[in-house]
T-cell receptor, first 116, second 116 residues
Framework: SQQGEEDPQALSIQEGENATMNCSYK?????LQWYRQNSGRGLVHLIL?????REKHSGRLRVTLDTSKKSSSLLITASRAADTASYFC????????????????FGQGTILTVHP | KAGVTQTPRYLIKTRGQQVTLSCSPI?????VSWYQQTPGQGLQFLFE???????NKGNFPGRFSGRQFSNSRSEMNVSTLELGDSALYLC???????????????FGAGTRLSVL
């Protein structure tokens, strides 16, 4: 079963605009990551935020994390047509032991379309 | 450094057959995780291997199995294929995957399996 939900399911914007995607999760986490997937291909890691961090930046990406609400948001500023893709949040559990090994739990994803 | 390589890229099988998918991780990565991606269920964790040992397993029937070789290459096998097994199967490798680790995963392009 999936960890949580992403919102919105689909987002359509014009080049130059900002895109914000939200993610909620259910269990305690070690970190939360965002991945991008182009057209049914493999996922590409974008950014990681640890459970004790509240905000992280990387280039045009800004991620926030609110562990009290079990939610995160990804902001892409000045979007480009090349940003068109599906975006997934993924959580790594905080519990030690077998259930944490190698497992990321993904949200359902947000399909972002950026029009030139 | 070469990325994660999955072969074959596409497979067409019929119900009842079995299939083997292959994954070569990034050089030096010892953890390999497998995921199934479908439009209905999204990305679901299958299992993870580290040093030739399965350390973690998702909620899939026993028809899904895997193994890892001493060079960290991994295979997954699905026996007695069902129509619902049609999916994109993604392999991901990680440098370190364990307690407290970041668990950033690097994905292959996937194998698209169609079961007729």
């Amino acid at each position: 079963s999936q960890q949580g939900e992403e919102d919105p399911q689909a987002l359509s914007i014009q080049e130059g605009e900002n895109a914000t995607m939200n993610c909620s999760y259910k269990t305690s986490i070690n970190n939360l990551q965002w991945y991008r997937q182009n057209s049914g291909r493999g996922l590409v890691h974008l950014i990681l935020i640890r459970s004790n961090e509240r905000e992280k930046h990387s280039g045009r990406l800004r991620v926030t994390l609110d562990t009290s609400k079990k939610s995160s948001s990804l902001l892409i500023t000045a979007s480009r047509a090349a940003d068109t893709a599906s975006y997934f949040c993924a959580t790594a559990p905080s519990n030690a032991g077998g259930t944490s090994y190698g497992k990321l739990t993904f949200g359902q994803g947000t399909i972002l379309t950026v029009h030139p | 450094k070469a990325g994660v390589t999955q072969t074959p890229r596409y497979l067409i099988k019929t119900r009842g057959q079995q299939v083997t998918l292959s994954c070569s991780p990034i050089s030096g990565h010892r953890s390999v995780s497998w995921y199934q991606q479908t439009p209905g269920q999204g990305l679901q964790f299958l299992f993870e291997y580290f040093s030739e040992t399965q350390r973690n397993k998702g909620n899939f029937p026993g028809r899904f199995s895997g193994r890892q070789f001493s060079n960290s290459r991994s295979e997954m096998n699905v026996s007695t294929l069902e129509l619902g097994d049609s999916a994109l199967y993604l392999c991901a490798s990680s440098l370190v995957a364990g307690r407290g680790a970041k668990n950033i995963q690097y994905f292959g392009a996937g194998t698209r399996l169609s079961v007729l």
